[in-house]
């Protein structure tokens, strides 16, 4: 399935312009509410959830508002709540030992019997001011969770590990457990949150995420398929542009002459080294100097991606190390080709709907990794019934959010029945 994209790109800009000025110009009329619990007793502490703390509140007078306005594709009949937003820690696993993380969750207030789950999983970011528990409520993303919260989901945005309150952790950047576990664990902590607040759910629940996020998104859907999730009906998961086929991500990179984003191969290598314990010797076999050294401690939390990329190159052979950038399958780099195979995502089938979704003219993340994905997941056994792909055409990989936002968010509204 495709869906052109020349419409979307016009109203790019006028959007995100439009939407940060209204947004600005009507939370400066609202008050934030400071309503904060903890539990510190013992008999009180639950399964995840450690604090909570209400930050504001947004009207749907507002949100549909904005949506009107912005030419967003929103279902803005279908927003139907007010919009209270909390901030949430919550304990997750990272390297076998319990962490605090960190998130936050927009939660619809009204008269509704039962409210379903979301999840959105945010795309690649390096710096700690790009979490989501760290932008301001007049941040267009801080808006966009608000609308989809509004249509009636309870949604739930976590920072990561390595971001808000595990930023001293270096990223475990498509790391495919730790991933798929921060996205649980904040699942739960949030059921915890809903009883606090005597918010009842039918337990229904959906997964999304762009870029990074849609990785997430399919490692989080693939652990409840084969682990199972306590308390939760998972009806279908929406990825989009993430990098499934880890070695596919690689071999896109290595085939490029430019590569204008260099820091994600760096950061996938530099998360890989961090997480799995590997000596600082690693990186002279993947980089050449000084980049093998400079990548050691290029993610700080502080730098953003321009400004690693800077200190990067983005001629892939000055940068990648010439032995590994013409022979990566080689004995001599099994444990890195290993690392790559192992957090790829293509080895299950999934039961549960999966509606994948790429823009064909990306060069970031390429579209042919998703169609290596579904064709995998066909080759398997998969159903095209189950396993659907939708390419937004001449969308690249920022072209593509609005379409999918757009996309995603009505095809949750129609499996509603609303």
Known sequence: MRINIQIYKKFKAFILVNLFLQISLFLSS??????????????????????????????????????????????????????????????????????????????????????????????????????????????????????????GLITVVPDFIGFGSSKEIMHPYYVEETSALAVIDGLRAVRELMNQEEIRSDAELYLSGFSEGGYVSMATH??????????????????????????????????????????????????????????????????????????????DGISDGSQINSKLNDTVAVLIAANFLSNPENKKFSKISDLFEQNSLLDWIPNIPVYLFHGDADITIPYQNSVDTYDAFLALGGSPETITLTAFEGADHYTAVIPYLENFLNIIIELEGY
């Open 222 to 299: 693939k652990y409840i398929e084969e682990k199972g999730l306590e308390y939760f009906n998972l009806k279908a998961s929406f990825p989009a542009c993430g990098g499934y086929d880890m070695k596919g991500v690689r071999d896109f990179f290595f085939d490029q002459h430019i590569y204008e984003r260099p820091y994600f191969m760096a950061y996938i290598a530099e998360s890989y080294r961090s997480y799995y314990d590997i000596d600082t010797s690693w990186a002279s076999q993947i980089f050449n100097e000084p980049y093998s050294k400079r990548v050691i401690n290029i993610f």
């Open 30 to 151: 609202c008050g934030t509410e400071d309503e904060y619990f903890e539990l510190k007793e013992k008999d009180q502490i639950p399964i995840r959830l450690l604090s909570a703390v209400k930050i504001s509140k947004l009207s749907i007078t507002n949100i549909s508002s904005l949506v009107y306005s912005s030419g967003l594709g929103f279902p803005v009949s279908q927003m139907k709540y007010n919009v209270q937003i909390w901030e949430i820690t919550y304990e997750t696993i990272y390297k076998g030992s319990n962490i605090i993380a960190s998130g936050r969750a927009f939660i619809p207030l009204g008269n509704r019997e039962e409210f379903s789950y979301l999840t959105f999983a945010h795309g690649t970011i390096v710096a700690n001011k790009d979490a989501p528990s760290e932008l301001s409520i007049a941040n267009i993303e801080t808006f966009v969770y608000a609308a989809m919260a509004s249509t």
